[in-house]
């Protein structure tokens, strides 16, 4: 019993952290790329990939992406630029403060 309660705590906390960097994606924070090749194929950047490229589920459970937005945005249009380490971490930590 005890190690199904701590199974289901490490879901919610690892759904939690995979939220978190769904809302860095969406602020549009670029990660560096040697942290994106450190997160490669994981979770956690799908999570951010996502949020990058606006796709997102309703309450219903209907997917939205890029197809269904009224507005587009180019990811190589030259004005992102990597974001510092204490930028993300700090989002990572506190990601509805602005």
């Known amino acids: 019993m005890a190690n199904a309660k701590r199974q289901t705590w490490i ?9 978190r960097f769904y809302l860095l994606g969406y602020s549009r924070i670029l990660l560096p790329r040697g942290l994106r090749k450190l997160l490669a ?7 951010w990939l996502a949020g990058d490229m606006g796709i997102y589920s309703d309450l219903m459970g209907n997917q939205y992406g890029v197809c269904d937005r009224l507005w587009t945005r180019s990811r190589k249009d030259g004005t ?3 974001a510092s380490y204490l930028t993300i971490f700090g989002k990572l930590l506190h990601p509805y403060d602005h």
């Open 80 to 82: 992102r630029k990597d």
């Open 41 to 47: 194929k994981s979770r956690w950047h799908r999570s």
């Open 11 to 19: 879901d919610r906390a690892a759904a939690e952290v995979g939220h």
